[in-house]
């Protein structure tokens, strides 16, 4: 049997079987007691929990049964790293066995599979759009719908807004490189495990991943935000499984040409140690896997209906990706060029940063835009709220920031900020980081003529929220091969 | 076979080869160096206690500089594996060509910390095995390390070491100032432990390579919330079913 995942739009919905039946099968498992490997709120869990957070938002009720294996099983995902795709992609295949069984024997579709969200299919003009299936009040004839119990932002489908100004995107689809160097970007994340600690997000997972979940979940400032707004509530949210296998799909599609270059090396397809990804079967028994049973042919690796649309993927001419490992993980051929003075605190006001550029910056950035490409980091940010937003505008030193245009200006979108802020929690307390491709703002500034400083004006949009802290700016080139 | 291969390929990436070379540099010393190593020979001969005894007495008997350099080597053999991620943030936050000054400033301020911690363990173990006893002096050292690693105040610490401070500019200084404070919370992690080599009369070096492989284990186990649990060393060693009691759940503000 071959569960295959299939675009809801085109399920020919709204509430096509795939559909009722997703809903029927959330509703089943939100009776099951948390100590349930199958119930929602166990499988939420395993991604995250606060669960004083739960208690005080009546997720789970007063005194749930706590399971034993609970400080094995939760609190695992992975973000900001390169284990971020290979382990969602396990924690979507066990959530979809779970649900098929209980289908199966309710009579339901021996085969289905969880549909996704194709949000960034520009061939359907809707495709942004909350489908109307998470958004009912009811189905199946009057049952109260589990797929919109969930709390959510006012949001109803998926752009800029004022408080967080930046679109979603398939720019991520056109990085080459699984695994980046340190302070530039990849598809993939920063090598992670107990010798190197990332914490800096891939491309893939900041953009669409995080800004979906941010877009979605706020903003009800100063009232709880929704769910998916939070790493320790999203995967409550049933629409959190339709964002992530569209995700899944993204990456499916990426290992699908021949340009891309899919990390296979010893570290990333073991998976971490000593704490290894542990999900749960139909059955609640729970077993162990690694990164190198999701790639293409494995245990793990899942069937889509199309890898075309909507992905920034060409149809596959054939061979697939370049299976390689990564460059030596301490130095590789990204350089730093330019690091700010010190670090500083962010909130609704702009504040100015100046970077020193390094020696010789005319040289380093006057290649720009041929064969190198430049990066801002903007690193160790922490912050109170569940997640953040931060505009950074360059400028050359002592501009006003005001006369630049609207392309100096990059929004970053920290989602998991409170987890990285804690110490007290399974995160660490270092915060998260956030690269971009700047070469297009850094290419203009230096034709200007030779700039040894560069100047970063930061701030929360709209007034922001709780204010932000962050350790460090900084620019890194990596040479294109 | 899974666990295992997931371990020897952590073990194989970044820094972590060097830093074990170094560290069984440092074991070599202290086995084959002519004097054996003054603790070791000391602890061979002497018994913590008796050495407080005779430092009280006739400290002119102690030579201070052996003691301060064989504490510093047994620092290095022991400690020095404990910092990968720490050593790896520091070397990638700098130019290639500071990569050096940012690793020598790093594990310098390191190791003095843990060198100057001396001041502290050193007195803790006299006065342990004179409450004690020679001959109970190891079982009690090794009971209340136990006891910490399962308490609450050092996952506290243990959380700490993997916190990464900002490496600007001031190369040196920056790393500098991560090797200190990873060396704090290190000793904050880990100082009971130290007590314990020090209380053997025989066998000194090979309990500190099982120690430190032990403190090897607790370290590389990830953050987690502050609560009484089974020491998480022993999750690395034998598996998750060790690993089942403990609290578990991110505090978070929202
Ligand atoms: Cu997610």
């Known amino acids: ?33 948390f100590d349930q490997p199958t119930a929602w709120t166990y499988l939420a869990a395993i991604h995250g929990v606060d669960f004083q957070g739960w208690l005080n938002q009546n997720i789970l009720p007063p005194n749930p049964p706590i399971p034993q294996e609970a400080r094995r099983i939760f609190n695992q995902c992975q973000h900001a790293g390169w ?20 289908i199966a024997s309710q009579g339901g579709p021996g085969d289905w599979a969880l549909p996704y969200w194709n949000y960034l299919n520009t061939n359907d003009p809707n495709a942004r759009d909350i489908p109307s299936e998470f958004v009912d009040a009811t189905f199946d004839g009057g049952t109260t719908n589990p797929l919109s119990q969930a709390t959510r932002g006012p949001a109803t489908t998926l752009g800029p807004q004022a408080w967080i100004p930046v679109d979603i995107s398939l720019n991520a689809q056109t990085e080459t490189i699984y695994t980046s160097d340190p302070g530039t970007l990849g598809y993939g994340g920063p090598i ?3 010798a190197q600690q990332g914490n800096a997000f891939g491309g893939n997972e900041s953009d669409p991943h995080n800004l979906v979940h941010v877009m979605v979940g706020g903003d009800n400032s100063p009232s709880p935000q929704g769910w998916m707004f939070d790493p320790n509530f999203a995967a409550l949210d049933p629409l959190f499984w339709v964002h992530h296998c569209n995700i899944d799909r993204l990456w499916a599609a990426w290992m699908t040409s021949a340009a891309h270059s899919q990390e296979t090396s010893r570290p990333w397809r073991n998976g971490p140690f000593p704490r290894q990804f542990t999900m749960p079967d139909a059955n609640g028994n729970l077993n162990v896997f690694i990164p190198s049973e999701t790639l293409p042919g494995e245990a793990l690796a899942p069937t889509y209906d199309d890898l075309v649309d909507g992905t920034g993927i060409p149809p596959a001419a054939s061979g697939g990706p370049a299976m390689v490992s990564a460059a030596p993980p301490t130095a590789g051929p990204s350089r730093l060029i330019g690091v700010n003075d010190q670090s500083l605190t962010v909130t609704g006001t702009q504040v100015r940063s100046r970077l020193a550029m390094s020696a010789a910056p005319t040289q380093t950035l006057g290649a720009v835009g041929g064969q190198q490409r430049v990066f801002l980091n903007v690193e160790g940010v922490k912050g109170q709220s569940a997640s953040g937003v931060v505009n950074v505008t360059l400028t050359a030193p002592g501009a006003d920031p005001g006369d630049a245009g609207p392309e100096a200006t990059k929004t970053l979108v920290f989602f998991g900020l409170a987890n990285a802020t804690s110490v007290e929690g399974p995160h660490g307390g270092s915060g998260l980081s956030q690269i971009v491709d700047i070469t297009e703002i850094a290419t203009r500034l230096m034709s200007d003529g030779q700039v040894d400083a560069l100047d970063a004006h930061l701030a929360q949009p709209e007034g922001g929220g709780a204010e932000l802290t962050v350790d460090r700016i900084s620019i890194y080139i990596r040479e294109e091969p | 076979m899974g666990r295992f291969a997931a371990f020897t390929a952590q073990l194989s990436s970044s820094t ?110 006299i006065a342990l095995t004179t409450v004690t006893g020679d001959d109970a002096g190891f079982p009690a050292a090794l009971l209340i390390a136990m006891i910490y690693s399962a308490s609450p105040a050092a996952q506290r610490a243990r959380n700490a070491c993997h916190v990464r401070l900002r490496i600007g500019a001031h190369v040196f200084q920056d ?6 404070f990873t060396g704090l919370r290190c000793i904050a992690a880990c100082w009971p432990w130290m007590l314990v080599p020090l209380t053997v009369v025989t066998g000194h070096t090979a309990l500190m390579a099982v120690i430190a492989f032990y403190l090897f284990a607790d370290r590389i186990t990830p953050p987690a919330q502050p609560g009484w649990q089974i020491p998480p060393a022993f999750e690395t060693l034998f598996g998750p079913t060790a690993w089942r009691a403990g609290s578990f759940g991110a505090k978070t503000a929202r």
């Open chain 1, 192 to 194: 992670s495990g107990f």
């Open chain 2, 175 to 180: 790393s500098a100032r991560q090797g200190f």
């Open chain 1, 1 to 33: 049997m071959t569960r295959t995942r299939t675009d809801i739009a085109k399920l020919g919905g709204p509430w096509s079987e795939t559909m009722v039946w997703y809903a029927r099968a959330v509703g089943e498992l939100r009776t099951r007691a």
């Open chain 1, 83 to 102: 284990f971020f795709l290979p382990w969602h992609r396990g924690y979507l295949h066990a959530f979809e066995a779970i649900l098929g069984d209980w």
């Open chain 2, 16 to 125: 972590l080869p060097y830093l074990f070379a170094l560290s069984g540099a440092a074991y070599l010393a202290l086995i084959l160096l002519p004097q054996g190593g003054a603790i070791a020979e000391l602890c061979g001969t002497l018994t913590v206690s008796d050495l407080g005894r005779l430092l009280l007495t006739a400290p002119w008997l102690v030579s201070p500089g052996q003691l301060a350099f064989d504490w510093g080597v047994m620092v290095v053999a022991m400690m020095t594996p404990l910092i990968a991620p720490l050593l790896s943030h520091a070397r990638r936050s700098v130019t290639a060509e500071r990569r050096w000054a940012a690793t020598i400033a790093f594990l310098g301020a390191y190791w003095a910390v843990w060198w100057a911690s001396f001041l502290m363990i050193f007195p803790l173990a």
